[in-house]
């Protein structure tokens, strides 16, 4: 496994969403996690879903930032970060946060995606920032630029793994089925059944599939460590 989990790590799930991040490591590593999401709502979600994967033994969860949480120092084994990153405001935040509650030896696991250096405001990128709003998202951080702050903050033993084409099945399929749902929520959004915040998550598909031809993004692992002195 990348990430190099084991059932002694005690996981920060920063981002958690419902929780299956934090329900796949217990299950699969005997770990335990702590997630962490803005949302109540996602917080009681998640509890629930632990309890009926039967892993709320080793999954808990509460209402919390990744940029500026109430751990104490050297708190954690693991910060594992699944497509949550890309909504920090500035990722540096995030890293720094990451380093700090990690314990010395620590390490920082990040999949998420990230901008292939570009120039910005080059019309060819029109199609990611389209993305990036769609997703609610500021911008995407440049893979480059995440790879060498991590190493400005403190972290050794950088890895990274380009695993784009991993994904690739999946946004072709995405975008195929975003011709069959358009005409549809275009209907629904006229009667008032969607709003436009509906409607520009349904074109994310479509932004998704053209920056990722135009090769915009890369869809990214990466993996350092908090030294231990």
């Known amino acids: ?13 920063a981002g958690c969403g419902v929780g299956g991040s934090s329900i796949y490591l217990a299950q699969n590593y005997s770990c ?8 109540t709502k996602q917080v009681e979600v998640s509890k629930e879903n632990a309890l009926r994967h039967d892993v709320s033994d080793k ?14 120092d050297n708190t954690f084994d693991v910060v594992w970060a699944i497509e949550s990153v890309c909504y920090a405001p500035d990722k540096r935040d995030f890293i720094r946060e990451a380093y700090r509650v990690l314990k010395p030896g620590g390490r920082i696991i990040v999949a998420d995606f990230f901008a292939e250096s570009i120039l910005e405001n080059n019309q060819s990128t029109s199609s990611l920032n389209k993305l990036a709003k769609s997703w609610a998202i500021d911008s995407f951080e440049d893979r480059n630029t995440f790879w060498n702050t991590l190493q400005e903050e403190g972290f050794t033993q950088p890895k990274q793994k380009d695993v784009s084409p991993h994904v690739k099945k999946t946004v072709v399929k995405l975008y195929r089925r975003f011709f069959l749902g358009f005409p549809i929520t275009l209907t629904l959004q006229a009667v008032g059944y969607r709003n436009r915040t509906q409607f520009s998550n349904v074109m994310s598909a479509y932004h998704q599939y053209h920056s990722f031809k135009k090769g915009l993004w890369k869809y990214m692992f990466y993996s350092a460590t908090k030294p231990q002195n």
């Open 32 to 39: 335990q996690t702590m997630g962490i999401t803005l949302s």
């Open 1 to 13: 496994m990348f990430a190099g989990v084991n059932e002694d790590d005690y996981v920060l799930d």
């Open 59 to 72: 999954c808990a969860f509460e209402v919390g930032s990744y940029l500026s949480t109430t751990f104490p």
